[in-house]
């Protein structure tokens, strides 16, 4: 165990190069340039070199490495810099630095993320238990429907929804922004809904094998009940192929969705892996991909720990 | 059961950290902006809502109020000299800062420095070259930082760091010598001009005119003593303390520029002297701003608090706004827009005589909304059109060559006036965009500057547009209802460019294309590209025909005809005009307001009646949702500068 942990934190500053240095490549390539209002006027040449050399952007190298030994830290222990893991100023929110952007937006998208899993997870076993007990039922048959228009339907029409029949109509939750639990509530069900219905589909069938095993006849032969029978026996079993699910898709909940945070107005970061990329933002670029990269490393590691303390038949490299 | 535990505590810590996020009560004013604020420098700000923010949270020395300058501005007063060269603004002896400093003319001197430092790199830096003076000082400063760097690459840090700073006393000394700003004394400020410029005071209103507090922006950190100097005299009493001293700007040793941080921007330090003080600003979440207590007009100033709201998603604004959630959404660009529209004017229409009426009487449009019976279903009040001081218009590519190096057919000005002539714009606003924008022939959207009486250009003529084709060599000589010239060859197939992040341009291009195959008998062919990818080829000449607009920044003519200088750095047109250059540069120097008028009127016409660099579409308009009943203190005017202060939110 310790040596699997070892093993992938001296792997990890390798990976996040290569990740730097291609995306570093790919964003450089971008057209454009982000020091510019694209519809307004544009200023003297004289002063748009000026801001180039600013921001290092008239020389590719020397912004790459100027940014790598900013980010890593290195330049702060050469005494260059005087702070570490600077991610610089944004180039198109100039009042802002990628660290307070980050600061800021990380916690609403992590929140969000882990109350859309978890949300997912109440609805997706819910339904997949009352589903699984009695496959070809009513119950399954509506739950089965619901997964599939929960998969099939886009957030931005559900997220639309929502917020019509739940803001505009009946008024109990506010529109757009973040603040308090009633804020977070529509964003998340949002979220949520596409993984509760993938987790009600896996719960559904490993329900169905487990309560055809030889195990739960001979508990259902000793006269446990019902609800112990389904709760304590089968899903303990059935769960297991929701929690390999559960790794990505808590990954990609805190990611941010940037139709959820755009449909909701949630100040994450979501929308920076599009909008930076779009206004060529690099410093914003390279930070969000960064920290994400560093944070994704970290999750997966955290989930193949998880794996082994719930099964300790897993075999991990 | 482990796992249940789990999720039930995890659930409970983000509940917790969910719950304690506690959004402060609800300002009294609250609206969408535009589009994220960029900045809160003054200085370093070109986009509209920006500077909205600015006018709300800073005070310049004259104030436009739409008609005149006649709000009371930080300057109590100012005179003109008899060769109207010198400015001379008294500052209000009780203008002071938000923090009780005095505003003194040092602020203006230090903030204009610092917009024309080209260190600072500020977008609208020669609108400052006005000024006698300035330009030659930007040049030399930026001149002599080239040299500084050829010159010390090869020496150790520290005499490099000693010569930066050197440089920068000298620039300083520099500034003073050059510059024609004058502080009389501590609340006098004289401005020389390099000529009579008619609209100097429309620049000053500007928001890059606007003050910043010294301290405050280069984070000098100050104890009570200095502070209580600092209350009762100003900063230019002190001498700032040395760069190691200074949060937020240091002299950049290899470079020698001055590099400044933008962290003063934020609540916990921002100084300001406008009606407002920024109480807090998130990242995409948006920014609160209480009444400034130190402001020396505050009766003037409606709302106490103001929160403007980040909403991206124009749909979730729409909704926001529909729930009550917002008083005032201050772009509406949603898909459906035309469609809402079209329901405000059946409002309009069912009370069309009672609308009139009040009007006859007197009454705003919006007080006589107020006054009607609630829409009915199929029917809204709550959407309004604002013409702005914008213009929508496509470019002719007018350089005589085109970028693959083949003769550019554009470049005759009668193919121009042929492919302007033909093309219908009353079917566009109507038809296409469906917003009824005002159509226009010309650039400058007509009312919207004193004294200026728009030329007229060319109107819809499809036979007199045949003839001028005709008459520049392009006719139909095979039958097969394609143009030709004199050796047969047909017209070349026009390269139209539009920009695709709006579908707005798609679709008029796509009518527009329509009418000139139509009309002229060209093939004409579309290209749709990213706006980043457009721009690119926009610069570098790489079209026929390209989509444009363009929005003014102060009151004059010059803002739109500037455009049409040869060598401009706007001029995508890539236009070259000997007497459109000498009409402008005889603008300049002359004395007489009104005799400038007409030479500028002589140079619209001339561009708009014979050389059409341009296809002039429309005047552009700015979609607000606000209740009429509740929402007052919104200006008509085109320039759309909209005073947050002005602004009150009433129970209807």
Not at chain 1, 38 to 43: A, H, L, Q, S, V
Not at chain 1, 91 to 108: F, K, M, R, S, Y
Not at chain 2, 137 to 162: C, H, S
Not at chain 2, 535 to 557: A, H, V
Request: aromatic share 12%; hydrophobic share 45%; net charge neutral.
């Amino acid at each position: 165990m310790t040596g699997l942990i070892v093993r992938r934190l001296l792997q990890m500053p390798i990976i996040l190069f290569v990740i730097y240095t291609i995306t570093f490549s790919l964003a450089w390539l971008i057209p454009g340039n982000p020091l510019e209002n694209p519809e307004g006027r544009r200023p003297p040449q004289v002063i748009m070199q000026a801001m180039l050399e600013q921001y290092k952007l008239d020389n590719p190298w020397s912004f790459y490495w100027d940014y790598l030994g900013k980010a890593t830290g290195v330049s702060w222990l050469l005494g260059q810099h005087d702070r570490p893991f600077d991610l610089g100023p944004s180039l198109t929110h100039q009042d802002w630095t990628v660290n307070e952007i980050l600061a800021a937006g990380l916690p609403v998208s992590i929140t969000l993320g882990l109350l859309a899993i978890l949300l997912a997870c109440a609805i997706g076993l819910t339904a997949g238990i009352i589903g699984g007990i009695r496959p070809g039922s009513v119950a399954d048959l509506v739950t089965l429907l619901i997964a599939l228009v929960g998969i099939s339907l886009p957030s931005f029409v559900i997220g639309t929804l929502l917020l019509v029949i739940f803001g505009v109509w009946l008024k109990v939750f506010p529109i757009g922004g973040w603040g308090k639990l009633s804020y977070t509530f529509l964003p998340a069900l949002t979220l949520a809904l596409p993984f509760a219905a993938y987790i009600a589909r896996l719960t559904r069938f490993g329900m169905i094998d487990e309560l055809a095993t030889d195990y739960i006849r001979t508990a259902r032969a000793k006269g446990v009940p019902q609800m112990r029978v389904v709760l304590k026996h089968a899903l303990k079993n059935a769960f297991l192929p929701v929690l390999s699910f559960l790794g990505p898709a808590a990954a990609m909940a805190m990611t941010g969705s940037f139709v959820v945070e755009k449909v909701f107005a949630v100040p994450g970061i979501g929308t920076h892996f599009v909008n930076a990329v779009l206004s060529k933002d690099l410093t914003l670029i390279m930070g969000v991909v960064l920290v994400y990269s560093t944070m994704l490393i970290l999750f997966n590691l955290v989930v193949d720990v998880l794996y082994r303390w719930v099964d300790p038949r897993i075999e991990l490299a | 059961m482990k796992l249940l535990a789990m999720f039930g505590l995890m659930l409970a810590v983000l509940a917790a950290v969910a719950y304690l996020d506690d959004p402060p009560t609800r300002a009294e004013l609250v609206f969408v902006n535009r589009s994220e604020v960029f900045t809160l420098d003054p200085q370093r700000m070109s986009w509209l809502q920006d500077f909205r923010i600015a006018y709300a949270l800073y005070e310049g020395l004259v104030r436009w109020d739409n008609k005149d300058f006649s709000i009371e501005p930080a300057a109590a007063e100012w005179t003109l000299s008899e060769d109207r060269l010198s400015y001379t603004f008294a500052i209000r002896p009780d203008a002071r800062w938000s923090n009780g400093d005095p505003l003194t003319a040092h602020d203006f001197i230090y903030s204009w420095r610092r917009a024309i430092l080209p260190d600072t790199a500020a977008d609208y830096s020669n609108m400052f070259f006005v000024i006698r003076g300035a330009e030659e000082f930007f040049r030399w400063r930026a001149d002599a930082l080239d040299k500084f760097v050829a010159a010390n690459a090869q020496l150790d840090p520290d005499t490099r760091a000693a010569n930066a700073l050197d440089l920068w006393e000298e620039t300083i000394a520099r500034f003073e010598e050059t510059v024609a700003l004058k502080a009389l004394d501590d609340r006098t400020l004289r401005v020389t001009l390099v000529h009579p410029t008619t609209y100097f005071l429309d620049l000053v209103a500007f928001g890059v005119f606007h003050p910043v507090h010294r301290p405050t922006v280069e984070g000098w950190q100050v104890d009570e003593a200095t502070a209580a100097k600092l209350r009762q005299f100003g900063w230019s009493h002190l001498s700032p303390p040395s760069f190691a001293n200074r949060r937020f700007v240091k002299i950049n040793s290899a470079t020698g520029r001055l590099e400044q941080k933008h962290g003063w921007t934020k609540p916990k330090h921002l100084v300001c002297n406008g009606p407002y003080v920024l109480t807090q600003w998130r990242y995409k979440r948006g920014l609160r701003m209480e009444r400034n207590a130190s402001y020396h007009s505050s009766q003037r100033v409606h709302s106490a608090s103001i929160e403007c709201v980040s909403i991206e998603d124009t749909n979730t604004a729409i909704l926001a706004f529909e729930s009550g959630q917002i008083d005032w959404l201050s772009d509406v660009s949603a898909e459906y827009q035309a469609d809402m529209l079209a329901q405000r004017q059946a409002y309009e229409q069912r009370y069309a005589h009672r609308i009139q009426a009040m009007l006859a009487e007197g009454r705003s449009l919006d007080d006589a909304l107020a006054a009607l019976p609630k829409p009915q279903a199929g029917e809204r009040r709550n959407i309004h059109v604002f013409p702005t001081f914008g213009t929508d218009f496509y470019s002719f590519n007018c350089r005589p060559i085109l970028a693959g190096g083949r003769v550019n057919p554009f470049a005759d000005p009668a193919v121009r006036r042929a492919f302007v002539m033909s093309v219908d714009r009353d079917a566009i606003v109507q038809q296409v965009t469906r917003l009824n924008e005002p159509v226009a022939t010309t650039l400058i959207p007509p009312g919207s500057i004193p004294g200026y009486q728009s030329p007229a250009g060319l109107k819809y003529a499809p036979s007199d547009a045949r003839a001028e084709l005709k008459a520049a060599g392009w006719e139909d000589r095979t039958g097969d209802g394609l143009v030709e010239d004199e050796q047969g060859r047909p017209f070349p197939v026009v390269d139209l460019l539009y920009s695709t992040n709006t579908p707005r341009y798609k679709n008029i291009s796509i009518v527009l294309k329509d009418m000139w195959q139509r009309e002229l008998g060209v093939r004409v062919e579309l290209r749709g590209k990213e706006s980043k990818f457009f721009k690119e080829d926009l610069i570098t000449g790489n079209f026929m025909i390209g989509r444009g607009r363009w929005y003014g920044d102060y009151g004059d003519p010059t803002t739109f005809l500037d455009l049409f200088k040869t060598g401009d750095g706007n001029n995508d047109r890539g236009y070259s005009n000997a007497y459109v250059d000498e009409l402008l540069q005889r603008a300049a120097r002359e004395t007489d307001p009104q005799r400038r008028m007409r030479i500028l009127e002589e140079c619209e016409r001339f561009l708009f009646a014979e050389e059409v660099p341009m296809l002039v579409l429309c005047q552009l308009v700015q979609l607000y949702m606000y209740e009429p009943a509740k929402v007052t203190g919104l200006s008509r005017h085109p320039r759309l500068t909209q005073y947050l202060w002005q602004m009150k939110v009433r129970d209807p």
